[in-house]
């Protein structure tokens, strides 16, 4: 079975895996220029419409081809880490952190601290494909 695999041609399936790859490359480049264009644009439109909004002290304007709603979009950040990590344990507010793990630094824990497993943690190993261009 083995010599079955060494028999493909895996010189052109690399050919072919890069030349496919460049072309997703060409593809998502052109996309990207373009769709950067139509959001400038969309920008330019949104600033003209929360303008008129704000001029009209209106939260919403039906139109015949849609309604424009003015809304308010909070964010949060911290500059301080320790302080908001000791916040969330002294509060047990643990649901303002987003649930997912960091994967880097998991792997590197669990390499560093063999002993060590948390309950429930799932892990998930796969074998992957690389290919590197020929210089």
């Not at 480049?29 to 644009?41: A, V």
């Not at 209106?58 to 015949?64: H, N, P």
Request: aromatic share 8%.
């Amino acid at each position: 079975m083995e010599e079955d695999v060494l028999d493909m041609p895996m010189d052109q399936l690399a050919k072919t895996y890069v030349r496919i790859r460049d072309e997703r490359v060409r593809l998502k480049s052109e996309f990207d220029e373009k769709d950067s264009q139509l959001k400038e644009q969309m920008t330019v439109l949104e600033e003209e419409m929360l303008n008129a909004c704000n001029k009209i002290k209106a939260d919403s304007i039906r139109t015949a081809h849609g309604t424009i709603i003015r809304s308010i979009k909070s964010r949060y950040w911290t500059n301080d880490w320790s302080s908001m990590y000791k916040f969330i344990k002294d509060n047990d507010a643990f649901a303002l952190l987003e649930k997912r793990i960091h994967q880097s630094n998991m792997k590197e824990f669990l390499h560093e601290n063999s002993d060590l497993y948390p309950a429930g943690l799932n892990v998930e190993n796969e074998y992957t494909i690389v290919v590197r261009r020929s210089k």
